[in-house]
């Protein structure tokens, strides 16, 4: 999130607990701060993965890591094979995709590029749409 005056980008962690239905205060999001990025669940909803979105230079980012919720603490992955902006994360089956956003020199002109983390070297892989992920064929939504 945002500072509230400033509008600074906040490195905060909050984690809701249904059972208690009280706010809980996790570890920092690890530098660099940034904002617009993906985040989303794995499987299990314990873990979250965030990747990309743009640091306090507005500069885009390709980095990611892994935050786990019952240890409360965060997990560098390795980077993704471009800078995403504005990018968005879903599971399709049990693969975590990426997509769209932007570069920092592609300033607001979303991408149809799809990555996706790539467990056998541990890194990520590029695709574009049309592929298949999880069995479903990937489509622009514009």
């Not at 507005?58 to 980095?63: E, G, N, R």
């Not at 890194?123 to 622009?140: E, L, N």
């Amino acid at each position: 999130g945002w500072h509230p005056v400033t509008w600074a980008a906040l490195p905060s962690v909050f984690l809701f607990d249904f059972a208690t239905g009280l706010w809980l205060r996790g570890t920092d999001m690890p530098s660099p701060v940034r904002s617009l990025f993906a985040a989303e669940a794995l499987g299990d909803g314990r873990r979250i993965v965030v990747a990309g979105g743009h640091d306090t230079a507005k500069t885009a980012l390709s980095s990611a890591h892994l935050y786990d919720a019952d240890s409360d603490t965060w997990c560098p992955l390795p980077d993704m094979t471009s800078a995403r902006d504005e990018c968005k994360a879903l599971l399709v089956g049990d693969k975590l995709v990426v997509v769209s956003g932007y570069s920092h020199l592609e300033q607001g002109r979303f991408c149809t590029r799809l990555t996706i983390p790539a467990p056998r070297n541990g890194g990520w892989s590029r695709t574009t749409c049309g592929s298949k992920v999880g069995g479903i064929r990937a489509r622009p939504w514009y």
